[in-house]
């Protein structure tokens, strides 16, 4: 709850700062607020779809809420990134992992 506090300053200060966006998902999913996750995940997305940590963390509040079907399409989005993100994500994914976050 701290942490949303300070993003949310920062926020206002820097409104377009994905990776802003990306932590007050971050931090509201881990608060259980997934709403509110996702309208920050949403709002970064929208500045930069290829946003890999974003993409992820969406693709994980997906699996959360059972929606698999819109985690696959984060992770597609991730597909040819080359990055852990999406072998993190894969594997949530098929159940073979679990978030470290």
Do not use: W
């Not at 932590?23 to 920050?40: H, N, P, T, W």
């Not at 997305?45 to 929606?67: C, D, F, K, M």
Request: hydrophobic letters at 35%; one cysteine or more; glycine letters at 6%.
């Amino acid at each position: 709850n701290d942490a949303i506090k300070f993003l949310t300053i920062a926020n206002k200060e820097f409104p377009y700062e994905t990776d802003i966006l990306n932590y007050l998902g971050y931090s509201f999913r881990k608060v259980g607020d997934f709403v509110m996750a996702e309208i920050y995940y949403e709002q970064g997305l929208a500045i930069n779809p290829e946003h890999v940590g974003i993409n992820e963390y969406l693709g994980e509040l997906y699996v959360e809420t059972n929606r698999i079907n819109k985690a696959k399409e984060r992770l597609a989005v991730l597909e040819n990134c080359n990055c852990e993100e999406y072998a993190e994500l894969k594997g949530i994914i098929e159940g073979t992992k679990k978030s470290k976050y």
